[in-house]
Structures are given as C-alpha cells and as structure tokens.
C-alpha cells in the first residue's frame, strides 16, 4: 500500500514561503515597533484607504474579532481613525492618521530596499512571474467552490 501523497502540501509549502520571506522584513517592523498583522492593515489602508472594518479584515486575512481588537489598539497608539461613513451613519471608515502615514513614510525605504534585495536574490523576471502566477491560481481556486 503507498503512503504517499501523490501531491505535494501546497498550503504547507506556501507557509514555508512566507515565513522564509517574512524573517527578512520581521526586523523592520520588530524597529518600527508594529506586528505583522498591523503591518497588513497599515500598508493596505496606504494603499487604499478609507476602507470599512469588513473590508480590512478580507483584504489583511485577518479575523474580524482579531481585527477589532488590533483597531482598538491602533487607534489608541494614534496610527488610525475611525469616522462614521458619509454615505450610512451606520458603518465606519478606518484611515491612517498622520501619525500613521508618517510611519509608513519611515519604513518605505527599509521595505523597498528589501524588496531590491529579493529582486537581486531571486530575480526579477522570476519575481514578476511569480506575482503573477499567485494571482492567477487565486482566481482559479475563487472560481472553485470549497470541498464540503
């Protein structure tokens, strides 16, 4: 009888990958004093900001008990606010505060210049392709519906 898998552990290997990249950019932020997670949220509302609480939570693969608590503390450490939403009263934008934006200012050089680093590394032809070879096996597997 064969034991054996006849695919490689595509999810455990894509761990592997992110933790092997994140031990270059984890010194950055351990300077910076933010987590990994406040990290997500702070590039992503650099990026695309305001944004609702929902979205945040889908667009940083973070859940949204975890993602209340992580505002909380953001907004108290003075890198986000919180207004109610001008089109419904009842919903909520998040944005960087100055403060936020200013971190982020501080850390792009680091962040790039690691991004320059894996570039040389890896290379950028291979890099560029495999930005989009993970984009497109994301849509594929969207388009799939989960395995019940």
């Not at 997670?37 to 609702?52: F, G, I, N």
């Not at 944005?95 to 040389?120: A, F, H, Q, W």
């Amino acid at each position: 009888m064969n034991r054996h898998f006849h695919h490689r552990n595509l999810p455990h290997l894509l761990l592997y990958a992110r933790e092997a990249l994140m031990a270059h950019f984890r010194p950055i932020l351990n300077q910076a004093g933010v987590t990994e997670q406040q990290w997500r949220v702070l590039r992503t509302l650099s990026d695309l900001e305001p944004m609702e609480p929902n979205q945040i939570a889908a667009s940083c693969q973070i859940l949204r008990p975890s993602l209340t608590r992580m505002l909380l503390g953001m907004e108290q450490a003075g890198l986000i606010q919180r207004e109610r939403s001008s089109a419904d009263q009842r919903r909520q934008d998040i944005s960087l505060t100055p403060k936020g934006r200013k971190l982020i200012e501080r850390m792009r050089p680091l962040v790039d210049r690691r991004y320059e680093n894996l570039e040389k590394t890896v290379g950028k032809d291979r890099l560029e392709r495999l930005y989009r070879d993970i984009d497109a096996a994301i849509e594929l597997v969207k388009r799939e519906p989960p395995a019940v």
